[in-house]
């Protein structure tokens, strides 16, 4: 079976840092490209960034809103993904979802989903 | 960045009803489309892909159609577990992108 969790949110100030992780389980990680999923209260989803796999030398993606302030990487031998947040904004209030891409050639879909993790910035 | 609009953005709608939802995408995306059920505190799940594949142990009852810069979700025949919100999502070109959801509720 598939499972996802997020662990890692928490309050923390404006301007301060965050490491979010996502646990992995029930398939085979290194092969699959994962990405971050981002909802702020209230509103709707946001993408946040995605991790290609190591056949893809790992490159990523970001949103506008979280590059260069964001970073994501990822330890295939721990079956881990994390997310950096540096320079923290109260904008990014958000439950952070991670969420497994699915295999195979473009395009490529959000196949399972973890329940996500809190994360408050406030001062 | 492509925009996704869905419409509309609340339904209220009663158990057996036929439901459809669409999103309109800024410039064609081909059938680069999904569709994801969110409950409150839950994971988001994948309804459809490639605009119009049923993703597996989803129920017969959701489908969806369309291509180019219009798509639909429908609920054929709507279920009590069906009450949720749910999104597009384009995966044609980065950033991805969601529409602003669409609340299904109990009429």
């Known amino acids: 079976e598939v499972q996802l969790v997020e662990s890692g949110g928490g309050l923390v100030q404006p301007g301060g840092s965050l490491r979010l992780s996502c646990a992995a389980s029930?398939?085979?990680?290194?092969?699959?490209?994962m990405d971050w999923v981002r909802q702020a209260p209230g509103k709707g989803l946001e993408w946040v960034g995605r991790s290609t796999n190591k056949a893809n030398s790992y490159t990523t993606e970001y949103a506008a809103s979280v590059k260069g302030r964001f970073t994501i990487s990822r330890d295939d031998s721990k079956n881990s993904l994390y997310l950096q947040m540096n320079s923290l904004k109260t904008e990014d209030t958000a439950v952070y979802y991670c969420?497994?891409?699915?295999?195979?050639?473009?395009?490529?879909?959000?196949?399972?989903w973890g329940q996500g993790t809190l994360v408050t910035v406030s001062s | 960045d492509i925009q996704l609009t869905q419409s509309p953005s609340f339904l209220s709608a009663s158990v057996g009803d036929r439901v459809t939802i669409t999103c309109r995408a800024s410039?064609?995306?081909?059938?680069?489309l999904a569709w994801y059920q969110h409950k409150l505190g839950k994971a988001p799940k994948l309804l459809i892909y490639?605009?119009?594949t049923l993703q597996a142990e989803v129920p017969s009852r959701f489908s969806g159609s369309g291509s180019g810069t219009e798509f639909t979700l429908t609920i054929s025949c709507l279920q009590p577990e069906d009450f949720a919100t749910y999104y597009c999502?384009?995966?044609?070109?980065?950033?991805?992108?969601f529409g602003g959801g669409t609340k299904v509720e109990i009429k």
């Open positions: 410039q064609g995306i081909s059938s680069h």
């Open positions: 029930g398939f085979t990680f290194s092969d699959h490209y």
């Open positions: 999502q384009q995966v044609d070109s980065f950033p991805l992108t």
């Open positions: 969420a497994r891409v699915t295999s195979g050639s473009y395009p490529r879909w959000d196949d399972y």
């Open positions: 490639a605009a119009s």
